[in-house]
Each structure stands twice: as C-alpha cells, then as structure tokens.
Nanobody, 126 residues
Framework: QLQLGESGGGLVQPGGSLTLSCVAT????????IGWFRQAPGKEREGVSC????????DYADSVKGRSTISRDNAEDTVLLRVTDMKAEDTGIYYC???????????????????WGQGTQVTVSS
C-alpha cells in the first residue's frame, strides 16, 4: 500500500520558521514528483511548492516565493519544505503528495497527484 506521511507541523510565531518533512511507505520518493499543498479553513487546497524526481524542476506559489525552500534528501528518501518569515495566512493543514506524470507547468496543481498524506497542522499565531 502506497502511503505518505508528513511531520514537522505545529504552532509557530509570526516571523518564525519551520521545516516540514514528507516520507513514504511502500514506494520510493526519489522517483516521483513531490508537491506540498495546504488548505486553510473554508478555502480550497492550494499548491505551495513542488519538486521533480531529479530536482531539476522546482516551483513555489507566489505567496511563499522567496521565503520557502523545497529539497530532497535522497539518502533518507525524504522531501523537506522549509518556510521562513511565517505569516498568519500560512496557517492551514499541509499535505505532501506524489505524482508520476506531471503536465508541464502544472507542478502546483493538486489534480496532478495521486498519492496523498494525511496532513500536518501548521498554525501561525502569537
């Protein structure tokens, strides 16, 4: 059974930072596109960042561009998302997802991914 798991969420003060981690069970992450998504209460799920299997393609949502870094640790078979200078609007449930054939330019589209984690809550508040 293919499963993903996220960790690293929690309560963060405005201006703070955190690193989210995505791991897989039943398959190897390094062969897949990995996307990070978030969903705030009452809002649709949106793409935050994504990385291709070889790391050559990386994209960020405008809302986090310049303060986020997505990376792969192939030795540990994990994908990390680090977000700095966090804002209240970063609050939400963060999900990682795996996809195989991603349409060019659609790396941040949830519809491109077929394996999803359960999500980890991130709350930015003082």
């Amino acid at each position: 059974q293919l499963q993903l798991g996220e960790s690293g969420g929690g309560l963060v003060q405005p201006g703070g930072s955190l690193t989210l981690s995505c791991v897989a069970t039943g398959f190897t992450l390094k062969y897949y596109y990995i996307g990070w998504f978030r969903q705030a209460p009452g809002k649709e799920r949106e793409g935050v960042s994504c990385i291709s299997s070889d790391g050559a393609i990386i994209d960020y949502a405008d809302s986090v561009k310049g303060r986020s870094t997505i990376s792969r640790d192939n030795a540990e078979d994990t994908v990390l998302l680090r977000v700095t200078d966090m804002k209240a609007e970063d609050t939400g449930i963060y999900y990682c997802a795996a996809g195989v054939a991603i349409i060019e330019g659609a790396c941040l589209a949830p519809s491109e991914y077929h394996v999803w984690g359960q999500g980890t809550q991130v709350t930015v508040s003082s």
